[in-house]
């Protein structure tokens, strides 16, 4: 009988949908297993490759799970709001939700046609009223605690797109910054703002991370975020003016050899103490640094560029005046916009003195060319000379507070959430201003607050999004008062900040309330999130935001879990056959609807599982995935041998491959385990025969990676009348590890010529004359001369000969 997959893929994956055979079972004994993927945003361009390797390793885990008796969650979604569509709409004035909405049901075809196993009954979008009620609700939570204000701030502003970005909407062309959508140029401005306190949650965030089965990098990544520093605040006054300015740094030990200081070009005090010999330099300079990212500026900054402002600053700890630079390497959104500089034991700012001829003091002794960072004895440091770093720091701090000039200080890099976006695409807030401009909160029963219908969305012209333009429902009156809706909608981010809850709430009429006990009991039963697969560019932003949000409603008694994903998983890209990341400018990228309907479904998640380990970078190969059809084929073909109620021969190698399976399916380790599979159908085909025990359990096994295929030899050549999802998951019979005899390769030259089989451990020096003798190693070895004969115990023996 011929595999065709084409018929076979459609004929179960209809079976699976009417059926609704992955719907979470409403069963409060068996335990839990959630398993997540990162949410997808429906472009129009549908999705690739990649995504369908994060949704086959979720699935794989989803239905492994379900055959060990877990009641399992595997949900999807989409984060609909965002600027790709809000530039749709500015482009042709159409509403963007049927665009989206259209989007969305293509993805739903490609996951559907890829095999996945998802509860649709739990799908929603972010763009759903019924769903950003809850968002709205969050909001007016998170203002009513005192964790959501407006004010102004310093933000990434553009013209052409008419929205503020976040730094990773971005990119640095010619020097100069740009939006990454659409090329429009970017600057920085100063705007009313909502932003949410982030920053009160900055500890918790940082020991939490102790709680979580993530990726160190990833980890790694929110604690620099973070940035926790303890140092020391010091003031610097400014010689000749009653100015003065606080700097922050680790290290107050070295305070002595501050020979400049350096202020962020943003400072307010910039413009207030720059000569007039500076001034136009100085302003030049701030246009320039207004081009340029907080990433380009920091991380990336190699030039060291900067100005000298004129002004100078008395050093408090000995009274000596130091030069006052600007210089982008400084953010005013980091620490207090200022740096003391002590370029004999900093990198940056020795390379910045070195390239503007800056004083450097050494105040460390050490024998070590150019700067010094490490720990050593005080020099010209007068009351800490002969100190080691610790106990001098401790010194210079109590010094400062005795002559009010510092103390000790904790500080972090990261920074209040910039909450406001000008698109017309997102969830309006929940709020209204009366006219004294005080912030009143909807309640409850006024949620949600719906996105109206614009029939002409075009920008506003007065910096504030397109909702702006309409001005019947911006201004209302409400209780014989007047009042004026927020122009302003939420970010992308704020709805994919609690999604993973609203999976839990949704049901077929809508959502449980999220301030309800039946929607505690749920959540309690669901929560942490297992397993959460996504790209390793998430590793900030969202995760971030996402514990944050979570522990907030954590501390409103809604959560009982501190954190929301337990374990992590960053799954790796696929690049393109010529080894580049997939872009349609490159013309490499692969479309899943044409591998589908060439090799079929089980092909692709089989290929793509089979390139290499999950978390790694892997390029398309073409003639590979022509392996992974063959190995299938194989499968489909080995179940038309003979099958019996016993084959002894295969025991040990089906126990092995249940184990190593078993195993490598529990740490997402699928292209081993695969390679084990391969092991047992060579094995099966070497006899020429297998069990009907063998052959069912094989089934399972290979079932989460490729579904169609195994339920239909499950249910053709069985007879069976059910779907195998549900069905218990193979045991190992571990005596059945237990060999009388293995099997020994031997090869001459280092090429197979013959096999013998030994006792486990046998005596090398008898298993090296047993191979010796093998007939068709005397064939190849006779009238040559044996240079060595090597043999690895158990596994093989080389006879190296010449002449």
Known sequence: ???????????????????????????????????????????????????????????????????????????????????????????????????????IGNFKRQVHEAGIGIDWDREFATSDSEYYKWTQWIFTKLFEHGLAERKDVEVNWCEGLGTVLANDEIEISDGIMVSERGHYPVTKKAMKQWVLKITKYADRLLEDLNLLDWPDHIKEMQKNWIGKSTGAKITFKVAHSDHSFDIFTTRPDTLYGATYAVLAPEHPLVLEIASQDELEEVKRYIEITKQKTDLDRGDLNKDKSGVFTGAFAINPINGKKVPIWIADYVLASYGTGAVMAVPAHDERDYEFALKHGLDIIKVIEHDEPGCFTGDGFHINSDIINGLMNDDAKEVIVKHLESLGAGKKEITYRLRDWVFSRQRYWGEPFPVLFDEDDNVITLSEEELPLELPKMTNIKPSGTGESPLANLYEWINIEKDQKRYRRESNTMPQLAGSSWYYIGYVLKTLVGFIPLNTEEAKKELDKWLPVDLYIGGAEHAVGHLLYSRFWHKFLYDLGLVSSKEPFLKLINQGMILGSDNQKMSKSKGNVVNPDEVISVYGADTLRLYEMFMGPLEADKPWNTEAIDGAKRFLDRVWRMYYLPIEDEVPALDFVYNQT??????????????????????????????????????????????????????????????????????????????????????????????????ISVKPNEDETLVKKLALEAPNVVKFTEGLAIVKVIYIQNKIVNIVVKG
Not at 696 to 715: D, M, R, S, V
Not at 731 to 737: A, G, R
């Open 1 to 103: 009988m011929e595999y065709n997959f084409s018929a076979i893929e459609k004929k179960w994956q209809t079976y699976w949908s009417e059926r609704k055979t992955f719907k979470t079972e409403n069963d409060q004994i068996k335990p839990t297993y959630y398993v997540l993927n990162m949410f997808p945003y429906p472009s129009a361009q549908g999705l690739h490759v990649g995504h369908i390797e994060s949704y086959t390793a979720t699935d794989i885990m989803s239905r492994f799970k379900r055959m060990q008796g877990y009641n399992v969650m595997h949900p999807m979604g989409w984060d609909a709001f965002g600027l790709p569509a809000e530039q749709y709409a500015l482009q042709t004035g159409n509403d963007p939700r049927e665009f989206t909405y259209k989007n």
């Open 658 to 755: 249940v184990k190593k399976v078993t195993e490598d399916y529990e740490k997402q380790a699928f292209n081993t385990g695969i390679s084990q599979m391969m092991i047992f159908v060579n094995d099966v085909y070497r006899q020429k025969v297998f069990s009907k025990a063998q052959a069912i359990g094989f089934l399972k096994l290979l079932n989460p990676i490729a579904p169609h295929i195994t339920e239909e030899l499950y249910q053709t050549v069985f007879n069976k009348k059910d779907t195998i999802a549900y069905q218990e998951w193979p045991t190992v019979d571990e005596s059945k590890l237990v060999l009388d005899e293995i099997e020994v390769v031997i090869q001459v030259n280092g090429k197979l010529r013959d096999r």
